[in-house]
T-cell receptor, first 107, second 119 residues
């Protein structure tokens, strides 16, 4: 099973700042990686798929990069509604797996 | 629009079973896989298993083998996830999720069902 390790566990930033979240896979997953956003009491929302493609309706301030084992989600300028938990997921190697999440909180 | 509507919260005793339903609407039920994912409080998402509603084929994570069964009733466009021999560690929100058109990623999610296992 592929283990996805996300860092940091918690990231404290202010609106307007740039956020950089990391997801590292225990073995190569190619570009088969996605990012989800989850707010308290809500279901996960697909942000980025195939490492760097924004899902429908996702603002351009969200971008993804990486391949193989190292991936990054970048939020260029944080809006108040961006403070949430972000999780990565791979589907390259069965079974699909998720990271433990990074909580992005307001500083 | 695509909707996945799950059954309500459950409270179960250790050793019991729970069956969560996921009713689909807004699309052809047999055209997209249904996946089940759970999330314990304060924990990450955990993929549990998958079903092809057309064929009924299923696959489960090794961790749940022998305890999980995913089924469907195509006439009412509903998928089910049954988990048996419940223990306290199974307390979590259980989600059904479906990929988008031409995508293997989870674009659509049910609202979640809280299952609490407590004596």
């Amino acid at each position: 099973e592929v283990v996805l390790t996300q860092s940091p566990a918690t990231l404290s930033l202010s609106p307007g700042e740039r956020a950089t979240l990391s997801c590292r896979a225990s073995q190569s997953v190619g570009s088969y990686l996605a990012w989800y956003q989850q707010k308290p009491g809500q279901t996960p929302r697909l942000l980025i798929h195939d490492a760097s493609n924004r899902a429908t309706g996702i603002p351009a301030r969200f971008s993804g990069s990486g391949s193989g084992t190292d991936f990054t989600l970048t939020i260029s300028s944080l809006e108040p509604e961006d403070f949430a938990v972000y999780s990565c997921q791979q589907r390259s190697i069965w079974p699909p797996s998720f990271g433990q999440g990074t909580k992005l909180e307001i500083k | 629009q695509v909707q996945l509507v799950q059954s309500g919260a459950e409270v179960k005793k250790p050793g019991a079973s729970v069956k969560v339903s996921c009713k689909a609407s807004g699309y052809t039920f047999t055209s997209y896989d249904i996946n089940w994912v759970r999330q314990a409080t304060g924990q990450g998402l955990e993929w549990m298993g998958w079903m092809n509603p057309n064929s009924g084929d299923t696959d489960y994570v090794q961790k749940f083998q022998g305890r999980i069964t995913i089924t469907r009733n195509t006439s009412i466009r509903t998928a089910y996830m049954e988990l048996s021999s419940l223990r306290s560690e199974d307390t979590a929100v259980y989600y059904c999720a479906r990929p988008g058109f031409g995508s293997g990623w989870f674009d659509y999610w049910g609202q979640g069902t809280l299952v609490t296992v407590s004596s």
